[in-house]
């Protein structure tokens, strides 16, 4: 597909996605130089909260997609961050939404994280209107893709809410989000980590070269495609869990739901989940590059390897010290030190080939994958009720 001229994807249907998920690594170039421009301000709001409190909770949110993003993120930044400072939650705007009682405070000074493509999702717009009238020091930090959407323009004006505006390519087109998603994510990796500036541009560079090898290699996902499946499942650990259940809503996205999914963590896969996998089951396992986490998603799959049911096992991995022998979409040595909440964007480039390599299979186009209308690009027709 990343090789086809658009006479030939346009008939198809994958024109716009096709393009959206080769553009990534470019896109994440032009998301660190951003934020190198902005370096001073974020800073600067930062520690305009950590002067007036001395505990602030920070929740991620979003809706589908841009949930998931808070997901991949928050177990490396809760592990690298001052929680004595900074009390890390990922809750999904349709969660706050519905309960907000249970998460907004009064008397916990609170930052909403929120991701959004559009920042027109009713959800996304309702969550910050309930933290408002719940929250007596309430901040906000938004990361959207859209520069005239309902939350960038709630944004100006407000010193109290930072607006980081994502490249302009990652403002998705398609259906599904792709370059929002993987752009979101690092923008709050990079906002959140202590690492040095010049860290951070190596680890993007790292990534980046990840990404154009994924590219580079369709033909090793076109094989897998090209067995028989019904179903594909995602396997990962801590960020790469969150990152795992990205993967699995892309399939069921482009190809409307024909190809049904599942994912779970590498150690929690075998408490039930496991009787999701027959012989027409693609297995993917994205393979942590901290060593003790490592092994127990090798674990895994050696076990689905010696159970010899599923169709195709397949592991998305870095070259280490110890590998799986079996199938492997492996990258070279020099990504072992990525942390794998950066990993994360360089493996959904996989995630999001499958997704579009099993949309044309089963006949469905990209770019369109719900022409009924059951399932938009921004979300329909929800009721805010009012909250009192």
């Known amino acids: 597909m990343f090789t086809l001229s658009q006479e030939k994807l346009v008939p198809l249907g994958a024109a716009i996605t096709t393009a959206e998920i080769k553009q990534q690594p470019d896109l994440w170039a032009e998301t660190y130089a951003l934020y190198k421009d902005k370096s001073s301000n974020i800073e600067a709001f930062l520690q305009k909260l950590s002067e007036r409190h001395d505990r602030v909770r920070v929740i991620f949110t979003g809706a589908g997609t841009s949930a998931y993003v808070g997901e991949t993120v928050l177990p490396y930044l809760k592990e690298k961050v001052d929680e004595r400072q900074w009390d890390l939650l990922s809750i999904p705007t349709t969660t706050l939404v519905s309960n907000p009682y249970q998460f907004l405070k009064a008397d916990f000074p609170t930052l909403l994280v929120s991701f959004a493509r559009s920042g027109n999702s009713p959800e996304s717009v309702a969550a910050v209107e309930l933290a408002e009238q719940l929250v007596k020091n309430f901040y906000q930090l938004t990361i959207t893709c859209a520069k005239d959407g309902e939350l960038a323009k709630r944004a100006k004006g407000d010193e109290n809410n930072l607006l980081l505006l994502m490249p302009e390519g990652a403002n998705d087109q398609g259906f599904a989000m792709t370059g929002s998603y993987s752009c979101m994510a690092l923008t709050a990796l990079i906002v959140f980590d202590p690492l040095l500036v010049e860290e951070k541009g190596a680890i993007v560079q790292t990534i980046q070269r990840m990404g154009e ?167 329909k027709g929800v009721t805010i009720h009012e909250f009192k």
């Open 213 to 379: 090898s994924v590219i580079s290699r369709e033909d090793y996902i076109q094989k897998i495609i090209n067995t028989d499946f019904e179903r594909i499942i995602y396997l990962g650990s801590g960020s790469l869990e969150g990152l795992a259940r990205e993967a699995q809503l892309k399939v069921l996205e482009l190809t409307a739901g024909k190809i049904v999914t599942a994912f779970d963590s590498s150690l929690g896969f075998r408490h039930g989940p496991k009787s999701f996998v027959n012989e027409k089951a693609l297995v993917f396992v994205f393979v942590s590059n901290e060593p003790y986490t490592r092994k127990y998603d090798l674990d895994i799959l050696k076990e689905l390897q010696q159970d010899d049911i599923a169709n195709s096992i397949c592991a998305i991995s870095v070259d280490g010290e110890t590998n799986y022998d079996g199938n492997t979409f492996l990258f070279d040595s020099d990504a072992h030190a990525v942390p794998d909440a950066y990993l994360s964007l360089p493996f959904i480039m996989i995630g999001q080939t499958v997704s579009l390599l099993a949309s044309i299979k089963v006949g469905n186009t990209p770019d369109t994958p719900s022409p009924t209308g059951t399932v938009n690009r921004v979300v």
